[in-house]
C-alpha cells in the first residue's frame, strides 16, 4: 500500500495487485488526489503491466447504422432524435472484409464491428457470425457491438471466433437513468455475466462530459472496478456533440478531469488496456499525450467511429512519431 504525498490519501493495492473490492470512497480518493501524485501512481501502475511506448491499435466499422429504437442520449443512431444520420441496412460480407483488410493494411491489430441494434434477432448473430470468422481467418482480433445478447447468441459469438464484445456500462448506476430510459443498468450488466460466461473478453467502459456530477466518474469507474473480472478493455469516451442528442447541451468536462478519469482507470485497473476512445477529434494532441502518460494504451484508428469523426491515420501517425510511441504487435 502507498500512500500520495503529503496528502495522506491511500492508494491502495497499488504494487500491481489487482483488486475487485475498490469501495467509491477508494476511487473518489484517487481523484481527489494532486495531479502530479495521480500521474506518477498511475505511470507506475501502468509500467507493472505494459510496456508505455506501446498502444494497442483498434478500428470500428460501423456494420449497421442507425435506426436504432434505444434512446441513449448521446446517441446520433437512435431514431427517437433528429441528427440526419441515415438509417443503412446490414452490411455485404464482402464489403465488411474489404474494410478489414483495409484496417490491417494500416497497422490495426483488432477490428470491430458496431451495429446499432436494441439486441440482435438470431438470425442477425448468424450473419455477424461469419463476418466474425471472416475477420478472424485474415489474422485480426475480432470485436463486436451488437446490444443486449441472451446466453446463447454469446456463445454462438464466441463459437465463430469472437474475441471481444463490448458493452458500456456509459455512466454510475445512478445517473443511467437520465442518459437512458429503454433499459436498465442491470440489463446491462446481464449482457456482460452472458459474454463473460462465454468466454469472450469484455470491452466495457463508459462516456464522460454528459452532465454528469464527478461523483458519476466515481461510481463508474467504482462499479467496473469492482466487477468480478475486470474488462480486459476499457474505453473511456468523451462525448461527441451531436445536434439533436439530448447529451449535447449538457454541460462538458474539463480536459484536466478527462485525464483524471483516464489515471483513476488505469490505477484501478492495472492489468486492462485503457483506451483513449470518442473524442479525439476535438482533443488537443497535448492532452492525448497527457492521456497516455496517465496510462492510457489503445486507440481507435480511423476517420470514423461509427457515425461520428475521429482522426486521420496520417494525424494519428505523426502523433505517435512524435510521442516515440509504437502499435502494440
Ligand atoms: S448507443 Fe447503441 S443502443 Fe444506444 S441508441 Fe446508439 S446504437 Fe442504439
Known sequence: ????????VSVAGTLGVIRHDWTREEVRALFALPFP???FEAQRIHRL????????????????TGGCPEDCAYCPQSVHYDTGVAAAKLMDLGDVLAQ????????????????????????????????VAGVK???LETCATLGMLTALQARRLKDAGLDYYNHNI????????EIITTRTYRDRLDTLGHVRDAGIHVCCGGIVGMGEAPEDRVG?????????????SVPINMLVRVEGTPAAARDGIDPLEFVRTIAVARITMPASVVRLSAGREDMSEETQALCFLAGANSIFYGPKLLTTPNPEPDRDRRLLDRLGMVPME
Open 170 to 177: 456509459d455512466t454510475s448506476p445512478e445517473y443511467y437513468g
Open 37 to 39: 501524485e495521480l500521474m
Open 1 to 8: 500500500m502507498s500512500i500520495g504525498f503529503e496528502t495522506g
Open 137 to 139: 481467418a485474415l489474422g
Open 220 to 232: 463508474m469507474i467504482a462499479t467496473l472496478a469492482s466487477l468480478p473480472v475486470h474488462p480486459e
Open 49 to 64: 503491466h505494459f510496456d508505455p511506448r506501446e498502444v494497442q491499435i483498434s478500428t470500428l466499422l460501423s456494420i449497421k
Open 100 to 131: 478489414a483488410r483495409a484496417a490491417k493494411a494500416s497497422g490495426a491489430s483488432r477490428f470491430c464491428m458496431g451495429a446499432a441494434w436494441r439486441s440482435p434477432k438470431d438470425r442477425d448473430v448468424e450473419q455477424v457470425c461469419a463476418m
